[in-house]
């Protein structure tokens, strides 16, 4: 039997020869430069298409001086944080963005020392080609190492202290204010929250929305307790809210999480939920459908979230000048409340 010889790929000259445009236009089109036709891009595309033109990478490296490697750069240390579900639905909507492109996607732990001169040799050697940062409090110096490679940087929410140009983040306070105007309708008055941790800008928005809520309906915050986002430190703070406040008749809960912690200690209390405490969460995760009742909530795009950080870092990337986005929230009730 003849062995079938393997069919030779198109150059770049073809391409632009079928598209009836110069090889720099092809070039540019391929390349994902600005300031480029709309006609010109779309002949080049479908050039593209129909020859099965694949660019070779290490040329278009080299030319483009881009490594083809974009990094999601997470302040945190533990390995496990990727199974978290926030962070990783995160993930799936970056990842659905650069499917639809050449570029690898980096995952990056930096908030130890190690981690943080680890990334900081990998971005000075422009080991990629831009930079998505999440989960950063108020002093992180991950913005700093950015700001100083002059390399493409987008944030997934922002810093405590700071307002970065580029930026995706959900409506936090209005969320928060949108959560707790539902309690006050429910006729609660003796309404607490169980803030985030305030070193990041979520907790702290999420804080002053439910304080503009009852400043607006004539009350005052009933009990305050800060804990971090995990179901441990719900249940915590919770604990603490009903010896401080025994007559306590709602909780606003910063993050699903807490609230689930919330909820198991006053189910433990003998508290039952809504009857005696109406109960709210933030996010939306699975675990809102799995509480006992389950959760009342605020729903945040947490999908649209990583991929509208890709989108703005690919924009950045290819030279064009993106708009910050704040998504909206919206409430979604079930039992709790």
Same mark, same amino acid.
């Given at each position: %039997?003849t062995?079938?010889? &393997?069919?030779?790929?198109p150059?770049?000259?073809?391409?632009?020869?079928?598209?009836?445009v110069?090889?720099?236009?092809?070039?540019?089109?391929?390349?994902?430069?600005?300031?480029?036709s709309?006609?010109?891009?779309?002949?080049?595309?479908?050039?593209?298409?129909?020859m099965?033109?694949?660019?070779?990478?290490?040329?278009r490296?080299? /030319?483009?001086?881009?490594?083809?490697?974009?990094?999601?750069?997470?302040?945190?240390?533990?390995?496990?944080?990727?199974?978290?579900p926030f962070? /990783?639905?995160?993930?799936?909507?970056?990842? #659905?963005? +650069?499917?639809?492109t050449?570029?690898?996607?980096?995952?990056?732990?930096?908030?130890?020392?190690?981690g943080? /001169?680890?990334l900081?040799?990998l +971005?000075?050697?422009r080991?990629?080609?831009?930079?998505m +940062?999440m #989960?950063l409090?108020?002093?992180?110096?991950?913005?700093?190492?950015a700001?100083e490679?002059?390399?493409?940087?987008v944030?997934?929410?922002?810093?405590?202290?700071?307002?970065?140009?580029?930026?995706v983040?959900?409506?936090?306070l209005?969320?928060?204010?949108?959560?707790?105007?539902?309690?006050?309708?429910?006729?609660?008055?003796r309404?607490v929250?169980?803030t985030g941790? %305030?070193?990041?800008?979520?907790?702290a928005?999420?804080?002053?929305?439910?304080?503009?809520?009852?400043i %607006?309906?004539?009350?005052?915050?009933?009990?305050?307790?800060? #804990?971090?986002?995990?179901e441990a430190?719900?249940a915590?703070a919770?604990?603490?809210l009903?010896?401080r406040r025994?007559?306590?008749?709602?909780?606003?809960?910063?993050?699903?999480k807490?609230?689930?912690?919330?909820i198991?200690?006053?189910?433990?209390?003998?508290?039952?939920? &809504?009857?005696?405490v109406?109960?709210?969460?933030?996010?939306d995760?699975?675990?809102?459908e799995?509480?006992?009742p389950?959760?009342t909530?605020?729903?945040?795009?947490?999908?649209?979230?990583?991929?509208?950080?890709?989108? %703005?870092?690919?924009a950045?990337?290819?030279?064009?000048?993106?708009?910050?986005?704040?998504?909206?929230?919206r +409430?979604?009730r079930?039992?709790s409340?």
């Open positions: %039997m062995a079938t010889a &393997p069919r030779r790929q150059t770049l000259d073809e391409v632009a020869a079928r598209a009836g110069s090889r720099s236009a092809a070039s540019r089109v391929i390349n994902q430069a600005p300031h480029v709309h006609a010109t891009r779309e002949a080049v595309e479908k050039a593209v298409k129909e099965g033109y694949r660019p070779n990478r290490t040329a490296a080299l /030319a483009t001086r881009q490594t083809g490697i974009v990094a999601l750069v997470i302040s945190h240390d533990d390995p496990g944080l990727f199974a978290d962070f /990783a639905q995160v993930i799936v909507g970056v990842s #659905a963005v +650069l499917e639809e050449d570029l690898h996607l980096a995952l990056c732990l930096a908030s130890s020392e190690r943080r /001169a680890r900081t040799g +971005l000075h050697a080991g990629v080609d831009g930079i +940062l #989960a409090d108020g002093d992180d110096p991950l913005t700093g190492i700001e490679t002059g390399l493409p940087t944030h997934g929410g922002r810093p405590l202290d700071s307002e970065p140009k580029w930026f983040d959900s409506d936090n209005g969320g928060a204010r949108l959560a707790t105007e539902h309690l006050l309708g429910l006729g609660r008055t309404i929250t169980i941790p %305030m070193t990041a800008r979520v907790g928005s999420r804080l002053r929305g439910y304080q503009e809520a009852l %607006m309906a004539g009350l005052s915050p009933y009990g305050t307790v800060e #804990a971090d986002f995990t430190g719900g915590a919770m604990t603490t009903l010896a025994p007559d306590l008749d709602a909780v606003f809960a910063a993050s699903d807490i609230a689930a912690g919330a198991r200690v006053l189910n433990e209390a003998g508290r039952a939920v &809504p009857e005696d109406a109960v709210v969460g933030f996010d995760l699975d675990v809102a799995r509480t006992d389950p959760l909530t605020v729903h945040q795009p947490i999908q649209a979230l990583g991929r509208e950080m890709t989108r %703005m870092l690919l950045l990337i290819a030279g064009r000048e993106p708009t910050a986005l704040i998504l909206p929230t +409430l979604v079930r039992g409340a």
